[in-house]
């Protein structure tokens, strides 16, 4: 059975404070692993997608990196308006699982 | 404007009373799935569909019927609703079903007294 597991559950920085949020998975044959940033009472926003251990990808302030067992968000000089929860999800062919998130607290 | 539009977007209703949560994309996308989100459980797939025709069960199940008889449609029913379905509900597409980030709607509240 897939299995995500995100850490910490919830994380509060202050404004500038750089920092990770670890999402480890196990899956039986990965097509995709991926970032989402939820804002309360919306759906889900796609972030980033990474195929293959090695893989980075960079979006302003984000930047997500992939293991063979785990992903990890980092979070460079952030912003209040970076408050949000993030979510990791892994694809196995039409099955989706997703991690229950950290969410993310960032003080002016 | 790409986007996937559930309706309705709040809904209270009794024991037992069917009911219907409707979702449709205009991405032409071949993939779509339900999810409800409740807090500490985090997002959990109920249906998915990978294509016209074809669904298949995600990890919770049980009490939900879906048809895909339309790309762009993915219908969830609720045969007789119970108040462990209390919860939010997101549709999602994506190209396909494999590889592709989902686009999710904006959710449904559902309250079942």
């Known amino acids: 059975e897939d299995q995500v597991t995100q850490s910490p559950e919830a994380l509060r920085l202050q404004e500038g404070e750089s920092s990770s949020l670890n999402c480890s998975y196990t899956?039986?044959?990965?097509?995709?692993l991926f970032w989402y940033r939820q804002d309360p009472g919306k759906g889900p926003e796609f972030l980033f997608t990474l195929y293959s251990a090695g893989e980075e990808k960079e979006k302003e302030r984000l930047k997500a990196t992939l293991t063979k067992k785990e992903s990890f968000l980092h979070i460079t000089a952030p912003k209040p308006e970076d408050s949000a929860t993030y979510l990791c999800?892994?694809?196995?062919?039409?099955?989706?699982?997703f991690g229950d998130g950290t969410t993310l607290t960032v003080k002016p | 404007e790409a986007q996937v539009t559930q309706n309705p977007r709040y809904l209270i209703t009794v024991t037992g009373k069917k009911l219907t949560v409707t979702c449709s994309q205009n991405m032409n996308h071949e993939y779509m799935s339900w999810y409800r989100q409740d807090p500490g459980l985090g997002l959990r797939q109920i249906y998915y569909s990978m294509n016209v025709e074809v669904t298949d069960k995600g990890d919770v199940p049980e009490g939900y019927k879906v048809s895909r008889k339309e790309k762009r449609n993915f219908p969830l029913i609720l045969e007789s609703p119970s108040p462990n379905q209390t919860s939010l509900y997101f549709c999602?597409?994506?190209?396909?079903?494999?590889?592709?980030?989902?686009?999710f709607g904006d959710g449904t509240r559902l309250s079942i007294l």
């Open positions: 999800a892994v694809r196995n062919a039409g099955k989706s699982t």
């Open positions: 999602a597409s994506s190209s396909t079903g494999g590889d592709q980030p989902q686009h």
């Open positions: 899956v039986s044959g990965l097509r995709g």
